[in-house]
């Protein structure tokens, strides 16, 4: 039996969180079912259309590439490379991101993880489509002959039988392609999920995810998720809006030393810094407790605008380290 020695705990050491957002249907669950059943369908009809890539008026896919490029062998020296880094996209949409880290040579491990199980359908889709280059299957097939005239309890009972042995079927194809592309997609809900599941690889000992720097993430990416989870109306156990918890969710995911590359359209690049550099994690190393946070170490530029007198950027992206405070 493990021992959880890592204590995640909120705090304003650094500053006051920013204000919350006005919430909207951005951040519920139930929009984003809908939009990706939508692109799913659109998907199945016509394979080259594979959704909406967040933020690509800005150009911050190529963006995010060519910053992670130029830190392979600067803020990433010594700690990993393209060849063998465990990437997490969190909020991962239609894979469109790590797709763009793949084909531009990065094949360590890519995990796309989302709490939309429509989400992760089309990433896979759109994998099985793109690098793999299969045929779109057909969302219904049609029926026998023979099914009209068996009666409508044994017609639901064969078809959820056959419904499990498919997607039984499904599981493992998807299983075996994702492992030979080396890209892959979980449902995994960021504020709730079980960390034991998205492990970036078999820890070394008994430790808890945070304790084994084997076990935790490389890099973190977030594009528009956090922008999301801010929008959620949701609260915790304590009444607090669910995107408090988010920046001790994500130090738990990454190993030390690993980084956490957030692009958002609704902060500013200090309020960015006022969320992520205002929680800490304590972790017992078997001598005492450090205290390890996220710090600014690196940032991507974007066109920039000027209005009142104030000069800004229509998207932010910060690059923060895990590291002792």
């Not at 280059?133 to 023979?146: I, L, N, Q, T």
């Amino acid at each position: 039996m493990s021992v959880d020695n890592t204590t995640p705990v909120t705090t304003t050491a650094g500053g006051e969180k920013p204000a919350h957002l006005e919430p909207s249907k951005l951040g519920t669950k139930e929009y984003w079912d809908a939009l990706y059943t939508r692109e799913i369908s659109n998907h199945a009809s016509n394979p080259s259309d594979e959704g909406t890539v967040w933020f690509d008026d800005s150009d911050a896919e190529n963006k995010i590439v060519q910053f992670l490029d130029e830190q392979e062998h600067e803020l990433f020296s010594g700690l990993f490379s393209r060849d063998d880094a465990a990437i997490m996209d969190l909020g991962c949409g239609n894979g469109s991101l790590l797709f763009a880290l793949h084909d531009d040579g990065w094949e360590g491990r890519l995990c796309g993880v989302d709490y939309s199980e429509q989400s992760v359908e089309l990433a896979r889709r759109v994998l099985r489509t793109r690098i793999l280059g299969e045929d779109v299957v057909p969302e219904v097939e049609a029926e026998g002959e023979g099914e009209e005239e068996q009666s409508a309890a044994a017609k639901e009972e064969e078809g959820t039988r056959q419904e499990q042995q498919q997607d039984e079927e499904e599981d493992e194809e998807e299983e075996e392609e994702e492992a030979v592309v080396g890209i892959e997609f979980k449902v995994w809900d960021v504020l709730n999920g079980d960390f034991s599941t998205v492990q970036a690889r078999p820890p070394s000992s008994q430790q808890p995810l945070e304790g084994d720097k084997n076990a935790g993430w490389d890099l973190v990416l977030d594009k528009g998720t956090f922008d999301a989870v801010s929008l959620s109306d949701s609260r915790d156990t304590r009444g607090r809006r669910i995107c408090e918890n988010y920046g001790a969710r994500v130090l738990q995911l990454l190993r030390p030393g690993g980084f956490f590359l957030v692009t958002s359209c609704n902060w500013t690049e200090e309020e960015l810094k006022g969320w992520f550099e205002t929680d800490f994690a304590e972790v017992y190393d078997g001598t005492d407790k450090k205290k390890l946070g996220l710090r600014q170490v690196g940032r991507i530029e974007y066109p920039s605008f000027s209005f009142g007198g104030v000069k800004g950027q229509t998207i932010s992206t910060l690059c923060f380290q895990k590291r002792d405070i």
